[in-house]
């Protein structure tokens, strides 16, 4: 397994943390899950991943597949075992750099879809920001609602390291 997966892992425990931290509310979990809207950012984290799981078998990464309104979205066991299939997946995987082609939309104002060439160390790059991003918003959701999640989720890796560097003085 390359480091990139490693990293890549990494910033799936964010998510997987996240949730937890909700699953651990006094309050009953799934409601603070789907209604906090929590839940969609892992779906759409998921959804994310599992396009370039798709990608490297078919060529072509679509990032404009998407499960909105599922049960993932409500349901935090579905969450979290989303989270763990994928961890999973990237323990095993054995790409490494494999070119693909990236679909994506690119206009908020009109259906607008674009193509791009890339390769699949990219995409995890891409994958581990985009899922840092959006760990960001679900941890200020999360707080929004009682539950304190580690300080650390959603800082991206300039970040973290900036902070580690002040800690250190």
Known sequence: MSRLHNVTIEALDQIRSLIQSVQGASEPSEDLYATSGIGVHVR????HFRALEAGIVSGTVDYNRRRRECTLERQSELGLAEVESL????????????A???VSEISCLQTETAQFKS????ELLYLINHTIHHAAY??????????NPHPGIGHAPATASYVRSIDAA
């Open 87 to 98: 961890i999973t997946w990237l323990q095993t995987a054995t790409f490494n750099d494999v």
């Open 138 to 147: 679900a941890a200020l959701l999360a707080r929004q609602i009682g539950v």
């Open 119 to 122: 390769n699949t160390g990219r």
């Open 100 to 102: 693909v082609d990236v």
């Open 44 to 47: 759409h984290v998921a959804d």
